[in-house]
C-alpha cells in the first residue's frame, strides 16, 4: 500500500509539472509574440541598442521555452558558439551590473569556439554563477567572464569576481544541497543558498566539472570545463 501511494504522489507531482510547463510555455510564448510586435514597430528606430534588446529578449524566450520543454521531456543536445552564449550573458546581465556600478567585461578567443551540449542546461549553470559574483560583489567592482580552450580539447569558463570571497571553512559544504552557510548579497539580495547546488548537478549531467578558487575579501573565481567540438 505504501509503495502504491508513494507511485501515486509521484504521477500527481509529475502531472501538475507538466500542466505548470504548458501553461508557462503559453506566458512565454505570449511575451515571444508582443516582443516580436514591438520589433516590427521599431523597424524604422534607429537605435540600435533597442534592437539589440528585442533580440535579448527573444534569446530568453527561446531558451526558456527549451527548460519549461525540458521539465517534460528529455533536453536535445545542440551546437552552439560559446562566443555568442557568453556576449548575450554580458549584455543581459550589464544592466543588474550598472546598477551597482559594478565593471562586467568578457574576455573571448579570437577564434570562435563551439560546444555540442544541452545549451539550456548550460544557460542556467552560468546564469546562477553570473548571478552570485553581481550579488556578492561591492558597488564598483568587477566580474569578468572568460573562455579558453585547452591543449586537451576542453574548453573553459571561469567568472571572476572581486567579491566579497568565501570563507575557507564553507568551501567543503559549498556544493551541498543544504550549504552551511546562506548569505545575503552586498545590497541585501536574497539568496536561497540552492544555485550551487544546482548548478554542480547540472555539469554532472553535462559530464562536465565545477570547481573555485575564492579568498575571503579578495574574490572568488568559478571554473566550469566541457568538451568542445569543431565545426
Same mark, same amino acid.
Given at each position: 500500500?505504501?509503495?502504491?501511494?508513494?507511485?501515486?504522489?509521484?504521477?500527481?507531482?509529475?502531472?501538475?509539472?507538466? $500542466?505548470?510547463?504548458?501553461?508557462?510555455?503559453?506566458?512565454?510564448?505570449?511575451?515571444?509574440? $508582443?516582443?516580436?510586435?514591438?520589433?516590427?514597430?521599431?523597424?524604422?528606430?534607429?537605435?540600435?541598442?533597442?534592437?539589440?534588446?528585442?533580440? $535579448?529578449?527573444?534569446?530568453?524566450?527561446?531558451?526558456?521555452?527549451?527548460?519549461?520543454?525540458?521539465?517534460?521531456?528529455?533536453?536535445?543536445?545542440?551546437? *552552439?558558439?560559446?562566443?555568442?552564449?557568453?556576449?548575450?550573458?554580458?549584455?543581459?546581465?550589464?544592466?543588474?551590473?550598472?546598477?551597482?556600478?559594478?565593471?562586467?567585461?568578457?574576455?573571448?578567443?579570437?577564434?570562435?569556439?563551439?560546444?555540442?551540449?544541452? !545549451?539550456?542546461?548550460?544557460? !542556467?549553470?552560468?546564469?546562477?554563477?553570473?548571478?552570485?559574483?553581481?550579488?556578492?560583489?561591492?558597488?564598483?567592482?568587477?566580474?569578468? $567572464?572568460?573562455?579558453?580552450?585547452?591543449?586537451?580539447?576542453?574548453?573553459?569558463?571561469?567568472?571572476?569576481?572581486?567579491?566579497?570571497?568565501?570563507?575557507?571553512?564553507?568551501?567543503?559544504?559549498? *556544493?551541498?544541497?543544504?550549504?552551511?552557510?546562506?548569505?545575503?548579497?552586498?545590497?541585501?539580495?536574497?539568496?536561497?543558498?540552492?544555485?550551487?547546488?544546482?548548478?554542480?548537478?547540472?555539469?554532472?549531467?553535462?559530464?562536465?566539472?565545477?570547481? *573555485?578558487?575564492?579568498?575571503?575579501?579578495?574574490?572568488?573565481? *568559478?571554473?566550469?570545463?566541457?568538451?568542445?567540438?569543431?565545426?
Amino acid at each position: 500500500m505504501k509503495n502504491e501511494s508513494a507511485s501515486s504522489v509521484s504521477q500527481t507531482v509529475t502531472e501538475n509539472i507538466a $500542466l505548470t510547463a504548458h501553461d508557462i510555455r503559453n506566458i512565454i510564448n505570449g511575451i515571444y509574440g $508582443l516582443n516580436n510586435l514591438v520589433a516590427d514597430k521599431l523597424k524604422g528606430n534607429l537605435d540600435p541598442e533597442i534592437h539589440q534588446l528585442t533580440e $535579448l529578449i527573444n534569446s530568453q524566450c527561446e531558451l526558456g521555452l527549451d527548460l519549461t520543454t525540458g521539465l517534460v521531456k528529455s533536453y536535445k543536445q545542440s551546437c *552552439f558558439s560559446a562566443n555568442k552564449l557568453l556576449t548575450e550573458l554580458q549584455q543581459i546581465y550589464k544592466y543588474r551590473a550598472n546598477k551597482k556600478a559594478i565593471s562586467l567585461t568578457t574576455i573571448l578567443p579570437e577564434n570562435e569556439i563551439f560546444l555540442q551540449t544541452e !545549451r539550456s542546461k548550460l544557460n !542556467r549553470v552560468l546564469d546562477n554563477l553570473l548571478d552570485n559574483s553581481i550579488k556578492f560583489t561591492t558597488k564598483k567592482g568587477k566580474v569578468t $567572464l572568460n573562455l579558453t580552450k585547452t591543449e586537451d580539447n576542453k574548453i573553459i569558463i571561469s567568472i571572476t569576481d572581486t567579491g566579497i570571497g568565501i570563507p575557507d571553512n564553507f568551501h567543503f559544504s559549498l *556544493f551541498d544541497k543544504q550549504p552551511h552557510m546562506q548569505r545575503t548579497g552586498t545590497e541585501n539580495e536574497p539568496s536561497t543558498g540552492l544555485g550551487l547546488y544546482i548548478s554542480k548537478q547540472l555539469m554532472d549531467e553535462l559530464n562536465g566539472k565545477i570547481w *573555485f578558487e575564492s579568498k575571503e575579501n579578495i574574490g572568488t573565481t *568559478f571554473y566550469i570545463s566541457l568538451n568542445s567540438t569543431s565545426k
